[in-house]
């Protein structure tokens, strides 16, 4: 609960002090904040937050593995911080289903 609530808290500061800064890539790896919590099995109110302050992040590939946010999530977090992400674009879900790729933005 701690570590959720420090998360929290520094996710509203970020958003506050830096709007872009969840839309930013990380310079080495390339990738969103998003698919850092994914990765580290974040919970699911931290995933919110982040796709709240971001939308288009769950449409965006994670460089590293290739994956979608929600494959990515189905690997690493719980199933309920992966229903966020799928929750916010399932048309992402029916896309990968039927093989139509979605383009980086």
Same mark, same amino acid.
């Given at each position: =609960?701690?570590?959720? !609530? @420090? #998360? *929290?808290?520094?996710?509203?500061? #970020?958003? /506050?002090?830096?709007?872009?800064? %969840? =839309?930013? *890539?990380?310079?080495?790896? =390339?990738?969103?904040?998003? @698919?850092?919590?994914?990765?580290?099995?974040?919970?699911? @109110?931290? /995933?919110?937050?982040? &796709?709240? $302050? $971001?939308?288009?992040? /769950? *449409?965006? &590939? !994670?460089? &590293?593995?290739?994956?979608?946010?929600? %494959?990515?999530?189905?690997?690493? *977090?719980?199933?309920?911080?992966?229903?966020? /992400?799928?929750?916010? !674009?399932?048309?992402?879900? &029916?896309?990968?289903?039927?093989?139509?790729?979605?383009?980086?933005?």
């Amino acid at each position: =609960q701690f570590e959720t !609530d @420090h #998360l *929290t808290a520094n996710l509203l500061f #970020l958003q /506050v002090k830096y709007p872009q800064g %969840l =839309q930013t *890539t990380c310079i080495q790896r =390339q990738r969103l904040p998003l @698919h850092y919590a994914l990765e580290a099995g974040r919970s699911k @109110h931290v /995933v919110d937050l982040m &796709v709240n $302050f $971001f939308p288009n992040s /769950v *449409t965006i &590939v !994670d460089p &590293v593995t290739g994956l979608l946010p929600f %494959l990515l999530g189905a690997k690493a *977090t719980s199933v309920e911080a992966n229903y966020s /992400v799928l929750r916010a !674009d399932p048309g992402l879900f &029916v896309g990968w289903c039927t093989g139509r790729k979605r383009r980086r933005t």
